[in-house]
Structures are given as C-alpha cells and as structure tokens.
C-alpha cells in the first residue's frame, strides 16, 4: 500500500505560498480549492490573517459559481495554514509560489529561504510580473528548479498562468510545473525565454498605451474607450486570439490574403498610434475623471465582484475553450458536435508500467478531468493505494476484480464504477483486461507536459487503434 507521503504528492502538495498579499490569498485559495495541503507564508502576521479570510473566500466562491467541487474546497480549506517562519513554511512541500513584495532583493532572500528549507526537488515559482526570474534564480542553491509562473490577476479565477525559464531552467522543471498548473485548472502557455511583461502584459500595455492617448487627445471618453473594448474585439478575445481572428478576417485566403488586402491600411494606423514610453504627466488627472464618470458611484469592492461574477459566468459556459476543444477533438478524429459537447484539452497516448504486468495510457483530459485507458496482463495485480481524485471507470473486456477494505467485486465487461477521493483500494485481473477510467480533478502526473507546439497530427486515435499498434487486447477475450 503506498504511503501517506505519496498520496499527498499525488494531491500536488503541500505548497508554500509565500507573499499573503493580494496576489497570494488568491493562489492559496486556488491551491486550497483543489484539495491541496496549502502553507500562506508572510512575515506580517495581520496580512496572513486578512490573507486566509480572503483565500476562503476565493475557493469558496470557486465552488458557488461551479468551477470547483464543494466538498473538496472544504477539504482543502481544512488543510490550509497560516505560517509566520520560514522553515515551518517551506519543510517538505513540492512547490513554492512567490508572491512577495516586486523587490529583487527581497524575493532572492525568500529564495534562499524556500531553497534551504524546501526538498532538493521541489519547484520554486515566482510570481513576479516585471523582475526577471534569470535575476531572482542567481545564487540559488539547485537553481534548475526555478522558473517564473505568472498569473494574471485574479489567480484563482482567469486560468492563464506564464511559464517562463531563467537561464538556469531546465526544460523538466518548466513540464513538472506545466503539468501542476494543468492539475489546478490553470491554462499554462509556457515561454522559451523570460521577457519584461511575459506575454499578456506586454499586449496589455501597447493595447492600453493607445486607449490612454485615445483620451488624452480627446477623441473619446474613457467610458466609451472601454466599452469599445469590451464589446467588440474584447469578446472576441474571449475565445480566439488575434492571430487567429486576422486569419478568419481574411476569408478564403487567410493570414495571408488578410495582409494582402489590409496591411497597407494597418500601416496607416501604425504610424499614426501613440508610441511615448513614459507615461504623460496629466495621464492620472485625465483617466481619474473619465473613470468618475465611468464607475458612477460604485466602489472598487463592488466592481471588483461584477468583474469576477462575469467572468465565472464566461468560464462556466465554456465559451473560451471551444477553439482549443475543436482542434484537438479534431485531431482526434471527432466530429464538430463533439468538440461542442466535450472539451478535449488534449491527447495523448504513451503506455507507462503503473505494477507488474499492468499499464497506463493518458488518453485525453479537460480541465478538471482526465481520461486514462488500463491495461493489465493475465494476473496482474495493482497494489493498494489512494489517492485524492475520485474515480469512475468502465470495464471494457477481461475480467477484473476490485478490492477495498470492505471486500471485493468481481467485475464483468460492461460493468462500471465510481470510487470517492482518498479511498483505500486495489485490483486484479485474472485473465486480463482493458479498463477506462476518469479522474476528477485532473492528476498532474497522469498529463504528459506541455503539449507539442503544432498540432496533434490527424487520426491519431484511427492509427493507434486500427492499424493495431494500440495496447493489445487482453488474452481469453
Ligand atoms: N497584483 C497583481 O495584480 C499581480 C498580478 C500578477 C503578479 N503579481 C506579482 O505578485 C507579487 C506580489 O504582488 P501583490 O500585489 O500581491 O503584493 P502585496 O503587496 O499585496 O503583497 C506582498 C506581500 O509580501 C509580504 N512580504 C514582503 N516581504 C516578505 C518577506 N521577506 N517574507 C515574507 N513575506 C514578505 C508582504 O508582507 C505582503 O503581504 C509581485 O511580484 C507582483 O509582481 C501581482
């Protein structure tokens, strides 16, 4: 039976959470309502108070608007703690996310902190949005094991995090951090070198460089600046990138006959946006009375929960991984309705030995599940175990026989199952057998790291299946 420590590495924890400001409460409650041991390290005990309230509050409203499950949330908030002492913080946990003040010498001190403290493998993430994690990982002791993970406000709630390498990186730490963020919901886009900004924040500021000088000179208000955003290319956006809308732009001749009819037109506009790189001395005045105009009244607190609610409800709908569900369920050899109906994240098919005689292969997952196909030789045996996640799973052929502290079930083909999280079991097969099963929420182990760059190649499932190059079908079948 495995250990207690390897059913909490299979939870992802615990982690440390260093930095009880805004952006810490938030990715402990992020963390905390995946079911993960949390650890909310400040060195001002008020903050790690004010911090806990509002990281219950983050998971907690995760589970009301229905992007995290009740009972697990519960769990997790049960596990999260509040530390004053580094050592306390960083002992035995698997990752670090550094959420401390934007100071180089404060972060590298809290790095040599987490490294001192923390296991020798356990990854040690910065939050930081404008010092460069190359900087933060000099004189860090194992520095390999450092990267940037940047989130983009708030945490637990807008699933981008930025996956940037120091110098010192290695490409295994940035597929084991992928492969965590992945577990906790997150939509990792992984850079291949760290740059001022990452990616979002550098569109961001060229995008609100021209929104400011929009104002400035006149040419609308603030409200209207804003409201153009949000209800033209802002919910366009919400669902395809600009790559990919200039593509669809350009009608039967994509990208290219989109530049073709419209670069002159674009270069125009280019030469005419603003391009100052310090800030002009009456932006504030200028952006202060149109936003006057624009909030009318409502208070930071109250606005902040309308942006929130919104976007849980545009999560919830599924609407921004529709683009990301076609592609793949496309690779996979599905039809349109499917990539409607199930959102398929992406696809994979290596068999890894899990016991003797017995293999997993990671088919697909979404965002809070993954689909994994079992295969098991005649007499294979899964020791006992748990784990966190709980289980559903379907016998396709061969015999299998579940085993759990109460008793044993003996099932047949077409039987299914459904184990809840942290339940003590095990299986056998005498003759062989092909299970599937899905586990919610995702297993970080079970996803492969970062997905390749191009596209999965077309009848990747017909290949493997039909051309029999697929696990085999158990004996005695
Ligand atoms: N605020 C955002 O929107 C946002 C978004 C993405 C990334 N970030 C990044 O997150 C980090 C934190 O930003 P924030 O806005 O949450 O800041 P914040 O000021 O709200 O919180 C920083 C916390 O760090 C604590 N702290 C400072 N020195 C410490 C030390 N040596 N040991 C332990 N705790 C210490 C402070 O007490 C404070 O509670 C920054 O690097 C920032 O760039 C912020």
């Known amino acids: 039976m495995r250990g207690k420590a390897e059913a909490r590495r299979d939870a992802g924890g615990p982690v440390a959470v260093a930095g009880a400001g805004l952006t810490g409460a938030s990715w402990a409650g992020l963390f905390a309502a995946h079911g993960v041991e949390v650890r909310l390290y400040d060195r001002d005990p008020s903050r790690r108070e004010e911090a806990r309230l509002r990281a219950e509050e983050a998971a907690r409203f995760l589970a009301a608007v229905g992007l995290a499950d009740g009972t697990r949330v519960e769990a997790g908030l049960a596990l999260l703690r509040t530390v004053g002492d580094p050592a ?103 850079l291949r070198r760290d740059v001022p900004g990452y990616i979002a924040n550098r569109l961001s500021a060229a995008l609100w460089r021209e929104a400011i000088e929009l104002v400035r000179t006149g040419v609308a208000s603030v409200a209207d600046v804003d409201r153009a955003v949000v209800t033209g290319p802002g919910l366009r956006w919400a669902v395809m990138g600009p790559h990919l809308l200039y593509h669809l732009g350009g009608g039967p001749g994509g990208i290219r006959g989109h530049l073709d009819h419209l670069a002159g037109v674009k270069e125009g506009m280019l030469r005419d946006l603003a391009t100052w790189t310090t800030f002009p001395a009456d932006t504030a005045d200028v952006l202060e009375t149109g936003l ?11 606005l902040a929960e309308v942006r929130d609610q919104a976007l849980a409800a545009i999560l919830a709908a599924g609407a921004t991984d529709r683009v990301a569900a076609g592609r793949d369920a496309a690779a996979a050899g599905a039809g349109s309705d499917r990539a409607e109906a199930v959102v398929v994240r992406g696809v994979h098919g290596k068999a890894v030995a899990v016991a003797p005689g017995a293999t997993r292969t990671t088919l697909a997952w979404g965002r809070r599940s993954v689909l994994v196909r079992f295969d098991l030789e005649p007499e294979a045996v899964i020791p006992m175990h748990a784990h ?90």
């Not at 006057?292 to 109250?302: F, N």
């Not at 299914?416 to 003590?424: E, I, T």
């Not at 899905?438 to 039909?466: A, I, N, Q």
């Open 88 to 190: 306390a913080a960083f002992a035995g946990v698997t990752l670090m996310q550094e959420c401390v003040t934007e100071d180089l010498q404060v972060k590298r001190q809290v790095f040599a902190q987490a490294a001192a403290h923390a296991p020798a493998e356990a990854l040690l993430a910065t939050s930081s949005s404008g010092l460069s994690v190359s900087a933060i990982q000099e004189g860090v002791r194992r520095p390999e094991r450092c990267l940037a993970a940047h989130p983009y406000n708030p945490p637990h709630l807008v699933p981008l995090v930025e996956l940037a390498p120091g110098a010192l990186t290695t490409s295994e730490t940035l597929e084991r951090a992928w492969a965590f963020y992945a577990a906790m919901g997150k939509e990792p886009v992984v």
């Open 292 to 302: 006057a105009a624009e909030t009318s009244g409502r208070s930071t607190a109250e």
């Open 388 to 477: 966190p996640h709980e289980q559903t799973g379907y016998l396709v052929a061969g015999d299998l026989t579940l085993v759990g502290e109460a008793g044993e079930w003996a099932l047949e083909p077409g039987d299914g199952w459904s184990l809840p999280g942290r339940l003590v079991h095990g299986a056998r097969s005498r003759r062989g057998a092909v299970a599937v099963e899905v586990f919610t929420p995702l297993r970080g182990e079970y996803l492969p790291g970062p997905p390749p760059l191009e596209p999965h190649p077309t009848g990747f499932f017909s290949d493997r299946l039909e051309n029999g190059r697929g696990p085999k079908a158990p004996p005695g079948r």
